[in-house]
């Protein structure tokens, strides 16, 4: 009881529509603090238990469990059921086709490499105690240019001191040594200065390579000078020549060999050797090859994925070839299965939509299972996903109020309420007490829905639908956008689910103050459902971006999400008339509603008292178009006429429009109190009438303010009349109507159109400017009487309502075409009487 008495006394109107600004509810102090502190109570739940031990942050202490127990993290099991769901749980095949492609790729790389070193031919080509290793190498691989000065110092130094048998000395080994270090110094040197004598002189080298060679001879051309020159001082001349011919033979064979690896691999596709493979012995390059042929299989069965970088896998591919191939290989065969891997893994379709069709049933929930005393978290150590669930279920967490987040949180809840306000005022809405408590209802309704966590719990769309419907689009998409933003900062939400409702929510606001029929509002839930579905679906492409996507599994999510849209449009439209009647409200649906002519009201109306009716009417034409003209609400100005003159059906005769030429009531009681209670009576008695039928007060409005406090004129004048001979006093109170006078625009167009009505009627021949300057003394006579001193009028919009009102009455009486006489033949008449009654 005491909660209905509460509730009643909410939203009980106010006296008086003209009240100070704070006197509203939309801009009370006490709604503004029961408001905010509502709104934070539901949205920041987050704030009130908010864990101190939470992910992420470094354990102060080593915590153990106290008991054994196996824990299911609800949240994260959901996340994998909608992930499957979505179609995130990838099935994949290995392509052979790829793996073929790899190895016939490899096998003719290292095809390649074996004609190359083939090529080549043996090495060591000349016996090492001649021509060391390292020496071979080099002098194979060396400039043409180089080669020749080799050669040319040679000669010069033989010619200089020609083989011969040297002379036999006895020396201690000691000086032998110190003999060999101080000719080899000497050779050096000697060989420098002639390689710039060579170089200096008349030569085929170009001159720009000469500077080139000179400023590259280094240990490796004077120990290859040495080498030769030493093997030909104590040799014969042709076997030197042999030599000379054999390293020609092989340096020879090297450039083919290199042209192979470049220009032919080039040629192929194939750039992955380099001269590095040439010096490989036989033995290690055997080894590379069986190396990458493991690494090549392994990669190719574990799979490389194409969503995988490949900078990724390349770093697994160093660690797969790490003791697989000799170390001195191990670049050339990471370079070679560079080349040739390629990603192998291909979507299974129908083995991921088999497994999306199962999934979803079996993924099992995700368990923690922890024993007495096993450590949980070690101190220093940052708290992951299981340790918190463990924590928090185990009440080691350390939940507790976060006071300074919740009061960041009251601020944004403060401004938001606060923008509610200003969007108030700027629209110059006038929200009445009733009115603010729903639109704080409704928004509590987005919390308190996924506080309890019922499914599709985002209200947004119904939200939107009705506040767009009550309160206008600007109002609707301001409450809308306002919750999608704040909610989700202290609440757990959805991401996506929330923005695509939001979006709905919005689409709903932005339409619904058009819809004029429930039909409409029906049609429009169901844009608002492929608005959400469509949302839904644009985000998932856009957050779960991939160049293949199982459409199958997206569309069924898609697809609850647009019925979740049209099931809270459904329940939106259920809604509806439950809370017009309720808040007193007025739409333009209901007010469609209200001016159909079945209604009962207005059925009595036309039946009862025709004349009334058809004043009625040409008076809804008049306000019509007059509210159309200067910008008022043309649905409240066209029903509330309807209903104006209602109260005259309670004694239809004592009205004049309702006499039909028949005797005046009026006459027969003779007596200007007795009927002056009878017209002021139609007032009263269609406010009982309003009320039994549950008419709006918006439309009850219209009853009393558009006769406002106007003076019964025939009637005051007929009682002075009477009582100028007893000289006694007529008060002019008794014959004004109880008020109030109009407090609205529309409730003064509906006077000022009902003044001019019977004036503009009983007009036959008059001129326009005839017609205009009457209204506009009738208009004149209202104001000067101030009965339109509340109503927000103003003096140009009486002049434009005065010319509305002279051209609507010039549409109903419009000149026609006088027929003249026709005499009427007789063979005439029998004809259309013939065609009648065939």
Same mark, same amino acid.
């Given at each position: 009881?005491?909660?209905?008495?509460?509730?009643?006394?909410?939203?009980?109107?106010?006296?008086?529509?003209?009240?100070?600004?704070?006197?509203?509810?939309?801009?009370?102090?006490?709604?503004?603090?029961?408001?905010?502190?509502?709104?934070?109570?539901?949205?920041?739940?987050?704030?009130?238990?908010?864990?101190?031990?939470?992910?992420?942050?470094?354990?102060?202490?080593?915590?153990?469990?106290?008991?054994?127990?196996?824990?299911?993290?609800?949240?994260?099991?959901?996340?994998?059921?909608?992930?499957?769901?979505?179609?995130?749980?990838?099935?994949?095949?290995?392509?052979?086709?790829?793996?073929?492609?790899?190895?016939?790729?490899?096998?003719?790389?290292?095809?390649?490499?074996?004609?190359?070193?083939?090529?080549?031919?043996?090495?060591?080509?000349?016996?090492?105690?001649?021509?060391?290793?390292?020496?071979?190498?080099?002098?194979?691989?060396? /400039?043409?240019?180089?080669?020749?000065?080799?050669?040319?110092?040679?000669?010069?130094?033989?010619?200089?001191?020609?083989?011969?048998?040297?002379?036999?000395?006895?020396?201690?080994?000691?000086?032998?040594?110190?003999?060999?270090?101080?000719?080899?110094?000497?050779?050096?040197?000697?060989?420098?200065?002639?390689?710039?004598?060579?170089?200096?002189?008349?030569?085929?080298?170009?001159?720009?390579?000469?500077?080139?060679?000179?400023?590259?001879?280094?240990?490796?051309?004077?120990?290859?000078?040495?080498?030769?020159?030493?093997?030909?001082?104590?040799?014969?001349?042709?076997?030197?020549?042999?030599?000379?011919?054999?390293?020609?033979?092989?340096?020879?064979?090297?450039?083919?060999?290199?042209?192979?690896?470049?220009?032919?691999?080039?040629?192929?596709?194939?750039?992955?050797?380099?001269?590095?493979?040439?010096?490989?012995?036989?033995?290690?390059?055997?080894?590379?090859?069986?190396?990458?042929?493991?690494?090549?299989?392994?990669?190719?069965?574990?799979?490389?994925?194409?969503?995988?970088?490949?900078?990724?896998?390349?770093?697994?591919?160093?660690?797969?070839?790490?003791?697989?191939?000799?170390?001195?290989?191990?670049?050339?065969?990471?370079?070679?299965?560079?080349?040739?891997?390629?990603?192998?893994?291909?979507?299974?379709?129908?083995?991921?939509?088999?497994?999306?069709?199962?999934?979803?049933?079996?993924?099992?929930?995700?368990?923690?299972?922890?024993?007495?005393?096993?450590?949980?978290?070690?101190?220093?150590?940052?708290?992951?996903?299981?340790?918190?669930?463990?924590?928090?279920?185990?009440?080691?967490?350390?939940?507790?109020?976060?006071?300074?987040?919740?009061?960041?949180?009251?601020?944004?809840?403060?401004?938001?309420?606060?923008?509610?306000?200003?969007?108030?005022?700027?629209?110059?809405?006038?929200?009445?007490?009733?009115?603010?408590?729903?639109?704080?209802?409704?928004?509590?309704?987005?919390?308190?829905?996924?506080?309890?966590?019922?499914?599709?719990?985002?209200?947004?769309?119904?939200?939107?639908?009705?506040?767009?419907?009550?309160?206008?689009?600007?109002?609707?998409?301001?409450?809308?956008?306002?919750?999608?933003?704040?909610?989700?900062?202290?609440?757990?939400?959805?991401?996506?689910?929330?923005?695509?409702?939001?979006?709905?929510?919005?689409?709903?606001?932005?339409?619904?103050?058009?819809?004029?029929?429930?039909?409409?509002?029906?049609?429009?839930?169901?844009?608002?459902?492929?608005?959400?579905?469509?949302?839904?679906?644009?985000?998932?492409?856009?957050?779960?971006?991939?160049?293949?996507?199982?459409?199958?599994?997206?569309?069924?999510?898609?697809?609850?999400?647009?019925?979740?849209?049209?099931?809270?449009?459904?329940?939106?439209?259920?809604?509806?008339?439950?809370?017009?009647?309720?808040?007193?409200?007025?739409?333009?649906?209901?007010?469609?509603?209200?001016?159909?002519?079945?209604?009962?009201?207005?059925?009595?109306?036309?039946?009862?008292?025709?004349?009334?009716?058809?004043?009625?009417?040409?008076?809804?034409?008049?306000?019509?178009?007059?509210?159309?003209?200067?910008?008022?609400?043309?649905?409240?100005?066209?029903?509330?006429?309807?209903?104006?003159?209602?109260?005259?059906?309670?004694?239809?005769?004592?009205?004049?429009?309702?006499?039909?030429?028949?005797?005046?009531?009026?006459?027969?009681?003779?007596?200007?109190?007795?009927?002056?209670?009878?017209?002021?009576?139609?007032?009263?008695?269609?406010?009982?009438?309003?009320?039994?039928?549950?008419?709006?007060?918006?439309?009850?409005?219209?009853?009393?303010?558009?006769?406002?406090?106007?003076?019964?004129?025939?009637?005051?004048?007929?009682?002075?009349?009477?009582?100028?001979?007893?000289?006694?006093?007529?008060?002019?109170?008794?014959?004004?109507?109880?008020?109030?006078?109009?407090?609205?625009?529309?409730?003064?167009?509906?006077?000022?159109?009902?003044?001019?009505?019977?004036?503009?009627?009983?007009?036959?021949?008059?001129?326009?400017?005839?017609?205009?300057?009457?209204?506009?003394?009738?208009?004149?006579?209202?104001?000067?009487?101030?009965?339109?001193?509340? /109503?927000?009028?103003?003096?140009?919009?009486?002049?434009?309502?005065?010319?509305?009102?002279?051209?609507?009455?010039?549409?109903?009486?419009?000149?026609?075409?006088?027929?003249?006489?026709?005499?009427?033949?007789?063979?005439?008449?029998?004809?259309?009487?013939?065609?009648?009654?065939?």
């Amino acid at each position: 009881m005491y909660l209905t008495h509460l509730i009643g006394k909410l939203l009980k109107p106010q006296k008086t529509e003209k009240t100070s600004r704070w006197s509203t509810m939309a801009t009370s102090p006490m709604l503004v603090v029961v408001a905010i502190a509502s709104l934070t109570a539901t949205m920041g739940q987050g704030y009130y238990r908010e864990p101190e031990l939470r992910e992420e942050i470094i354990s102060p202490k080593t915590i153990k469990a106290p008991d054994n127990a196996v824990v299911i993290d609800s949240k994260l099991t959901e996340q994998k059921r909608k992930s499957v769901r979505l179609g995130d749980i990838t099935v994949f095949m290995i392509n052979e086709s790829v793996n073929q492609r790899v190895d016939k790729e490899l096998k003719e790389i290292l095809l390649l490499g074996n004609q190359a070193r083939e090529e080549v031919g043996n090495f060591p080509f000349v016996n090492t105690g001649i021509l060391s290793t390292t020496t071979q190498q080099y002098l194979r691989q060396v /400039s043409q240019e180089k080669w020749q000065v080799i050669q040319k110092i040679i000669e010069e130094k033989l010619q200089e001191k020609p083989p011969g048998p040297e002379s036999k000395r006895t020396t201690s080994p000691t000086a032998t040594q110190n003999s060999e270090q101080v000719t080899s110094e000497n050779n050096n040197v000697e060989i420098q200065a002639s390689v710039e004598e060579e170089l200096s002189g008349k030569t085929s080298i170009p001159k720009n390579n000469q500077k080139n060679i000179l400023t590259v001879i280094n240990t490796r051309d004077r120990k290859a000078i040495s080498e030769l020159l030493a093997y030909r001082k104590g040799s014969l001349f042709e076997n030197y020549l042999q030599i000379i011919e054999e390293v020609s033979q092989a340096r020879n064979s090297y450039q083919n060999a290199t042209k192979i690896l470049g220009e032919d691999g080039e040629n192929k596709g194939y750039k992955v050797y380099d001269p590095t493979l040439l010096e490989l012995s036989d033995a290690v390059w055997e080894k590379t090859q069986v190396g990458v042929q493991i690494v090549k299989a392994r990669m190719l069965a574990q799979g490389i994925s194409p969503n995988f970088p490949r900078q990724e896998w390349f770093k697994a591919l160093k660690v797969q070839v790490t003791g697989v191939v000799p170390s001195e290989s191990e670049d050339l065969a990471i370079k070679i299965l560079k080349n040739v891997l390629e990603a192998n893994l291909v979507k299974d379709l129908e083995g991921t939509k088999k497994l999306v069709e199962l999934a979803a049933e079996d993924v099992k929930p995700v368990e923690y299972k922890v024993r007495k005393n096993e450590v949980i978290v070690k101190a220093g150590e940052k708290i992951n996903r299981k340790a918190f669930i463990l924590l928090d279920h185990f009440t080691l967490s350390r939940r507790r109020v976060n006071w300074s987040s919740l009061v960041v949180f009251v601020c944004i809840v403060s401004g938001a309420v606060g923008i509610v306000v200003i969007v108030q005022t700027q629209l110059q809405s006038g929200l009445r007490r009733r009115d603010n408590i729903l639109l704080l209802l409704l928004s509590l309704s987005a919390p308190l829905l996924v506080g309890f966590k019922v499914p599709w719990n985002s209200s947004l769309p119904a939200v939107g639908l009705l506040v767009g419907n009550f309160y206008g689009s600007t109002m609707g998409v301001t409450l809308v956008g306002l919750i999608s933003v704040v909610l989700p900062i202290g609440m757990d939400v959805d991401g996506i689910d929330w923005f695509a409702s939001a979006a709905g929510g919005i689409v709903g606001s932005l339409v619904a103050q058009k819809m004029r029929s429930r039909e409409e509002q029906a049609l429009l839930g169901v844009g608002v459902g492929l608005t959400q579905g469509l949302v839904y679906l644009l985000t998932i492409l856009i957050v779960r971006a991939s160049s293949e996507l199982l459409w199958s599994a997206i569309m069924a999510p898609v697809g609850l999400q647009a019925l979740a849209g049209l099931l809270w449009s459904i329940v939106a439209l259920g809604l509806s008339p439950y809370l017009e009647h309720l808040f007193d409200l007025i739409t333009p649906i209901r007010l469609s509603e209200l001016a159909n002519p079945n209604r009962p009201l207005l059925k009595r109306l036309a039946s009862e008292a025709p004349g009334t009716f058809q004043h009625t009417m040409f008076v809804a034409s008049l306000a019509e178009a007059a509210a159309r003209e200067i910008g008022c609400n043309v649905e409240l100005v066209r029903t509330g006429t309807l209903y104006h003159d209602i109260g005259k059906m309670h004694d239809p005769l004592g009205f004049i429009e309702n006499q039909m030429g028949g005797p005046n009531k009026h006459d027969q009681i003779n007596d200007p109190w007795v009927s002056v209670e009878i017209i002021k009576k139609h007032v009263t008695e269609g406010l009982v009438m309003a009320r039994k039928h549950r008419l709006p007060n918006a439309i009850t409005a219209f009853i009393p303010e558009h006769q406002g406090t106007m003076l019964i004129a025939f009637f005051y004048y007929q009682a002075k009349q009477r009582n100028e001979k007893t000289k006694k006093v007529v008060k002019e109170e008794v014959f004004r109507y109880a008020g109030p006078i109009p407090q609205s625009r529309e409730t003064g167009i509906v006077m000022l159109a009902d003044s001019c009505e019977a004036a503009l009627r009983s007009l036959k021949d008059a001129t326009h400017k005839d017609a205009l300057q009457m209204v506009k003394k009738i208009m004149r006579a209202r104001w000067q009487d101030n009965q339109l001193v509340d /109503s927000g009028l103003t003096r140009g919009e009486m002049s434009s309502i005065a010319e509305i009102f002279v051209q609507v009455w010039e549409q109903y009486n419009h000149k026609r075409i006088a027929y003249p006489k026709a005499a009427i033949n007789p063979n005439q008449v029998k004809t259309a009487k013939s065609v009648v009654n065939s």
